[in-house]
């Protein structure tokens, strides 16, 4: 079962206008980790914002938040005031588990989202 | 902030020849590396995870004598793809865990001819 899911293949967004990448998961541990990264054509992959399972409030990161709607299991990207170099694709992640365990910090990611800014 | 050190950055090789991919934590030790393959446009897939003085624990599906995988030291491991085939050509990357947290290489665009 896809645990990540991203359901946008390619979003446009106008320079300056917000928009938003959509990121549901499915897991079953209650100690998760979310992550939203960006990768440009060069394929290093930028770490963008970080959301815990257990935080109370919605991580923001600059022109970054993310929208966590646990009870949706839904984490969606919001990048306000578009820039001409935010076009790249987007992945979603997942972390699942506890620290201290050999696999913590592996990453399930979704399938991308490509995002054009238009001038 | 912590850096992960790829090398290289992008390699040709002949078909059936093995191709050795560094990944360098440098300032910070790593007992856990992780390997993901990416073809174009799709998602990183996980390979393999490398830990320090163990053997790695090898992904469903994912050949482990094809993809060797060393990480001798705290500081680097190392994916070596023998007897490469054109369908291994792909986008190799590496990702080393801090406190649960993963710092990512510059990634390898392997080629094979």
């Known amino acids: 079962a896809q645990k990540i899911t991203q359901t946008q293949p390619g979003m446009f967004v106008q320079e300056k206008e917000a928009v938003t990448l959509d990121c549901t998961y499915d897991?079953?541990?209650?100690?998760?980790?979310l992550f939203w990264y960006k990768q440009p054509s060069s394929g290093e992959m930028i770490f963008l914002i970080y959301?815990?399972?257990?935080?109370?409030q919605n991580a923001t990161e600059g022109r970054y938040s993310l929208n966590f709607q646990k009870a949706r299991k839904s984490a969606n990207l919001v990048i306000s005031a578009s820039q001409l170099g935010d076009s790249a694709m987007y992945f979603c992640?997942?972390?699942?588990?506890?620290?201290?365990?050999?696999?913590?910090?592996?990453?399930?990611f979704g399938q991308g989202t490509i995002l054009t800014v238009h001038p | 902030g912590a850096v992960v050190s790829q090398h290289p950055s992008w390699v040709i090789c002949k078909s059936g020849t093995s191709v050795k991919i560094e990944c360098r934590s440098l300032?910070?030790?790593?007992?856990?590396m992780f390997w993901y393959r990416q073809f174009p446009k799709q998602s990183l897939m996980l390979m393999a995870t490398?830990?320090?003085?163990?053997?790695?624990?090898?992904e469903q599906g994912v050949e482990k004598d094809k993809f060797l995988i060393n990480h001798a030291s705290l500081t680097l491991s190392t994916l070596t793809v023998t007897s490469a085939h054109p369908e291994d050509s792909s986008f190799y990357i590496c990702?080393?865990?801090?406190?649960?947290?993963?710092?990512f290489g510059q990634g390898t665009r392997l080629t094979v001819v």
């Open positions: 990702s080393a865990r801090l406190e649960g947290e993963a710092f």
């Open positions: 897991t079953s541990d209650p100690s998760y980790g």
């Open positions: 959301q815990g399972s257990y935080d109370q």
């Open positions: 992640a997942m972390r699942e588990g506890l620290a201290g365990g050999t696999s913590y910090g592996k990453l399930t």
């Open positions: 300032d910070f030790q790593a007992t856990t």
């Open positions: 490398s830990n320090e003085g163990s053997k790695a624990t090898y």
